[in-house]
């Protein structure tokens, strides 16, 4: 079978790379010439992404993966083609459509009649088939007669990408009768793992929707049980372990917030849809506001920010992936900045210019004599940091550390919904 994938970043990069390394011809598209280039090099443009290096290197040597930058010729090669390109929100709130919109019109003027093109991309409700299926007859193809369209969320945690493809269903809907049932043909072929087939689109997209919302609802509700202990003085982390002894409750581990381009983004398309959303809208504000919750503990602990040399390590969204959307680090640097604090940030995933470019200053190495250090993405380079050389007081924004281990080398501990060693 011929496949053209279109956007070949996080997402797209390893799905295509796998469906080409179970025999299928791949045409992986996407606008940046760079990216291309270094995939038809066989070169691996994401390191952190497990065991994608080695499986690119073998489709690419054997000829059944080529990316392109030439969407129109590769998807008239194809009998099914599927989007991977990004949507984040705009500076308003609402999903920003223009790169799939523009993906879409390519794959229109390319595509030939028979062809199932899947939207993978996690998108409001209904815009599949309002959006998206009306922008692939703008050539003249009519959707059911000549094409068919379906819509099946990424189910996929960064990093472990590949071996995410086929441990939980892909679940699909069509838009047309037929766009269900071909792509859970397909994709029974591609990976051979399970497919759940639901009713239509529409209800596959809010499944996706359901999926982030209730991580980020559920990771809202730990965030203020962490207040709450706070307020009482007691540990946040034996309050989850007791909690979560029995079968029904699934409490997340409070932290700084929500980062990345899925959990923190997904409830807002939730938002701007037609149903009721007003506890996806509180828990953004809840988790929205921990940055600065933390900040404000850190403060009252040590009476005042005021030139205190604060370090950040860790500037990702979460631990060992170089990706930086949405990333709450920003957060705790405009926070601790506020308060007159000097901030330095370090994160060995990222270059000096990516840490400049998120605004902080790179800390010069050996990583030592800081008043505070925040730990927001605990990377597994970090596990051999000497604390209390690093700094007086070790803020566990994820609570990720052992707080023994970092007390028994003679620094003080202070997590979220965690009370601080005494002085
Ligand atoms: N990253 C995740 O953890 C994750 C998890 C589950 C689902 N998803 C979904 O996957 C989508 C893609 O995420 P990603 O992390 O791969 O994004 P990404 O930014 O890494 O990749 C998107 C790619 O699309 C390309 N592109 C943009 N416009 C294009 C166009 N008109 N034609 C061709 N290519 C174009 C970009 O150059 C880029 O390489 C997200 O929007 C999300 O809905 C992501």
């Known amino acids: 079978m011929n496949v053209a994938v279109v956007g070949i970043g996080r997402i797209g990069l390893p799905v295509a790379t796998k469906i080409a390394s179970n025999g299928h011809r791949v045409f992986g598209c996407d606008i940046n010439t760079e990216l291309v280039g270094k995939v038809n090099r066989g070169e691996n443009p994401l390191p952190d992404e497990a065991g994608l290096g080695e499986l690119l290197k073998q489709v690419v040597a054997g000829g059944n993966f080529q990316a392109t930058t030439d969407t129109i010729a590769a998807v008239a090669e194809c009998e099914t083609v599927l989007f991977a390109v990004a949507v984040d929100v705009d500076e308003s709130g609402r999903a920003d459509l223009r790169n799939l919109f523009s993906a879409a019109e390519d794959v229109a003027r ?114 203020e049980l962490a207040q709450v202990a706070d307020v009482h003085g007691v540990d946040i982390s034996e309050v ?14 409070p932290g700084t917030g929500v980062g990345g381009h899925c959990i923190p983004v997904y409830p807002r398309f939730l938002m701007q849809g037609e149903g009721p959303s007003s506890l996806s809208a509180r828990g953004r504000q809840v988790n929205d506001e921990m940055p600065a919750y933390a900040v404000h503990r850190v403060e009252e602990l040590l ?32 926070e601790f900045s506020a308060r007159g604090a000097r901030v330095w940030g370090h994160d060995p995933l990222l270059s000096e210019a990516g840490t400049r470019e998120l605004g902080f200053d790179p800390a010069p190495e050996p990583l030592a004599g800081y008043d505070v250090a925040v730990v927001h993405a605990y990377h597994r380079q970090y596990a051999a940091l000497d604390w209390a050389n690093v700094a007086r007081l070790i803020v566990d924004a994820r609570n990720a550390l052992d707080r023994r281990e970092v007390e028994s080398r003679g620094a003080r501990y202070l997590g979220i919904g965690r009370p601080a060693t005494p002085a």
Request: charged residues 20%; positive net charge.
């Open 303 to 334: 009476g005042g920010l005021a030139d205190k040399k604060v370090l950040i390590l860790g500037l990702t969204f979460r631990p060992n992936v170089a990706v930086t959307p949405h990333t709450n680090a920003v957060d705790l640097l405009r």
């Open 110 to 223: 390319g595509m030939k009649p028979g062809t199932l093109c899947i939207f993978d991309t996690t998108l409001p409700i209904g815009t599949t088939r309002r959006e998206l299926a009306p922008r692939l007859e703008s050539n003249g193809m009519k959707l059911g007669r000549d094409f068919s369209v379906a819509f099946s969320p990424e189910r996929l945690l960064m990093g472990r990408v590949i071996e995410d493809l086929t441990k939980y269903p892909k679940v699909v809907g069509g838009v047309d009768p037929a766009g269900g049932d071909r792509a859970a043909a397909f994709y029974r072929e591609v990976f051979g793992g399970q497919v759940l087939q639901l009713a239509n689109a529409e209800t596959a997209e809010l499944s996706k929707l359901a999926e982030g919302a209730y991580r980020d609802l559920n990771i809202a509700l730990a965030n």
């Open 240 to 253: 989850l372990q007791a909690a979560n002894s029995q079968p029904y409750s699934h409490l997340h581990v």
